[in-house]
């Protein structure tokens, strides 16, 4: 299990908020629909890293739809972890055997791969045929900048995506209490062993300090602070 040790830094201006629940799973895995057997197995990315002309009946089109999130996963008795939930739509053809998945972390240049195969008896009548491919095993951290790509084994040029991703750190509310001068921070779909680190600041190039830290615990069931205020300043820092 990657530990998470990042420290990250959120910037949430009052008028726009733009939050995200993280869905939670028990088990992470690969699936196909329409009924295809796939099967998964880690790859170097080395061997299908050099790509050649696709044959001229194969359409660039045939991979397409990569759609990325993140996800929690928890099981019960032991911490929870991030996870990439990233889905793909492939058209089955006779020239291709396959998917390989690959992410670059752009913070540590570390990479990981996976190569996806399915069994047809018979290619030829799947071709054409639509599959939804969802693989969620690649582990992350909180606020991770990742690069993704999805190319079809064999690697022809031209027929890959491509996506870069930031990693959610959780769902984050806020709430301007005017009369009081106090700014309420929740957080919620939050790692358990995950604390977060909260000022108010004035945003420059940095943020520059406006106030004492509040810590939120990640192992608290409570995950909120109150944050005084003399005057309303232009962004919350969050740790």
């Not at 992410?103 to 054409?128: E, H, Y």
């Not at 406006?210 to 969050?238: H, N, R, T």
Request: proline fraction near 2%; hydrophobic fraction near 35%.
């Amino acid at each position: 299990m990657i530990s998470i040790h990042v420290q990250i830094l959120l910037i949430f201006f009052f008028w726009h908020s733009d939050c995200h629940i993280i869905s939670r799973i028990e088990e992470c895995g690969l699936s196909c629909s329409q009924g295809i057997h796939c099967k998964s197995k880690p790859s170097s990315g080395i061997f299908n890293s050099f790509c050649h002309d696709a044959p001229a009946s194969l359409s660039s089109l045939v991979l397409k739809s990569m759609k990325i999130s993140t996800v929690m996963k928890c099981v019960q008795g032991s911490q929870c972890s991030l996870h990439l939930n990233i889905k793909g739509t492939l058209s089955l053809d006779e020239n291709i055997r396959g998917l390989e998945i690959c992410t670059l972390s752009l913070d540590t240049q570390q990479s990981q791969c996976i190569s996806v195969r399915f069994a047809r008896k018979n290619p030829k009548m799947l071709n054409g045929k639509k599959v939804q491919i969802q693989y969620n095993c690649f582990e992350v951290n909180v606020a991770q900048h990742i690069y993704v790509t999805m190319k079809t084994v064999p690697n022809y040029c031209e027929v890959k995506l491509r996506q870069e991703y930031y990693v959610e750190a959780g769902k984050f509310e806020y709430n301007v209490d005017r009369a009081r001068k106090i700014i309420s921070v929740n957080v919620s779909s939050s790692l358990r062993d995950q604390d977060y680190y909260i000022r108010l600041c004035h945003k420059w190039f940095a943020c520059e300090d406006a106030g004492a830290f509040a810590v939120i615990k990640g192992k608290e069931s409570l995950k909120s602070v109150s944050l005084k205020y003399s005057q309303l300043l232009p962004c919350l820092c969050i740790e």
